[in-house]
């Protein structure tokens, strides 16, 4: 199987920044898209960027400008560095992988972190 582990979270002042990271273990043969994502409390599950296995990205309007989302291949590895925070942006926070774990795998499977709290208060 997958397992995404998240660190990074925490509690930072408006204005600070931080930096999330994901790596996925298992029995992974590549990974195309990889995602951040973020849930606040009482709200839905919402997307904030994500890359492609080419690393095109792509980011919500909220957080276009403050966050850089990148990816190191080699490692496994998703990265969300994020600046300007915000708290609004306190939320759990979220990667999301599509792995392929085998060679003859007919198609990716989607796996999930157990998310890091992010808190931004003064």
């Known amino acids: 199987q997958v397992q995404l582990v998240e660190s990074g979270g925490g509690l930072i002042q408006p204005g600070g920044s931080l930096r999330l990271s994901c790596t996925a273990y298992?029995?992974?043969?590549?990974?195309?898209?990889m995602g951040w994502y973020r849930q606040a409390p009482g709200k839905e599950r919402e997307m904030v960027a994500s890359?492609?296995?080419?690393?095109?990205?792509l980011y919500e309007d909220f957080v276009k400008g403050r966050f850089i989302i990148s990816r190191d291949n080699a490692k496994k590895s998703v990265y969300l560095q994020m600046t300007r925070l915000e708290p609004e942006d306190t939320a759990v926070y979220y990667c999301?992988?599509?792995?392929?774990?085998?060679?003859?795998?007919?198609?990716?499977?989607?796996?999930w972190g157990q998310g890091t709290q992010v808190t931004v208060s003064s």
């Open positions: 999301n992988m599509y792995v392929v774990q085998t060679p003859t795998s007919d198609d990716a499977e989607n796996f």
């Open positions: 298992g029995s992974i043969y590549s990974i195309y898209t």
């Open positions: 890359i492609t296995s080419i690393s095109t990205t």
